[in-house]
């Protein structure tokens, strides 16, 4: 295994433990509820890319107003880019989502959300003009979409992500994705 991936797997590792140790004595508290499949294409430079990801509710309510309130929950996901000469760069990404959303699901029930995360990629080149400085990744992105179908299972958004270094280390040639995201309620 190389080094990344090795340093990627085991960053990956450590988020799925760290994000729950409040119930580390409930073995379903670990069980993902959701199930996700996202697709995107790169903001003027031509890359294409796809993740899979699992979800965790975080089941809790913040600046409840009417039928709205903020929630969240965590995504990990792993997934690849592909640049226009082939080039491939793999992916693995966990990510705290803050989102407005409804109490009480309406047929169709819209939502914004926003959050930043960590992504470990490797290699950490898309092509001989996009160098991002590094393996480690911030990923930022705002979205939006509704929840539809028998109790909300279904769940169909857009995002509009940034990825980078943050500045971290040179060169910070960052990547923006327009993604379209089907996620599966499990719940």
Not at 36 to 42: D, H, N, P, R, Y
Not at 129 to 152: I, K, L, P, T, W
Request: aromatic content about 14%.
């Amino acid at each position: 295994m190389s080094k990344n991936l090795t340093a990627a797997v085991s960053f990956f590792g450590f988020c799925a433990v760290a994000a729950n140790p409040c119930y580390a004595a409930d073995a379903a508290s670990f069980a993902s509820d959701g199930a996700s499949f996202e697709a995107g294409l790169g903001v003027r430079n031509g890359a294409e890319m796809w993740r899979i990801g699992v979800t965790k509710d975080w089941k809790r309510k913040w600046l409840e107003i009417g039928n709205w309130h903020v929630g969240g929950y965590f995504e990990a996901q792993i997934g690849q880019w592909g640049g226009s000469n082939k080039h491939t760069v793999s992916d693995l990404g966990f990510t705290p989502v803050f989102r407005l959303q409804q109490t009480s699901l309406s047929p169709i029930a819209p939502y914004v959300e926003g959050a930043i995360g960590f992504h470990v990629i490797t290699p950490a080149s898309l092509d001989e003009n996009r160098h991002f400085g590094g393996a480690f990744q911030f990923g930022d992105h705002v979205g939006a979409g509704a929840r539809f179908g028998e109790r909300g299972r279904y769940d169909l958004g857009l995002r509009f992500q940034h990825l980078s270094n943050g500045g971290i280390k040179k060169p910070n040639n960052g990547i923006n994705f327009l993604q379209a995201r089907l996620l599966y309620h499990l719940d």
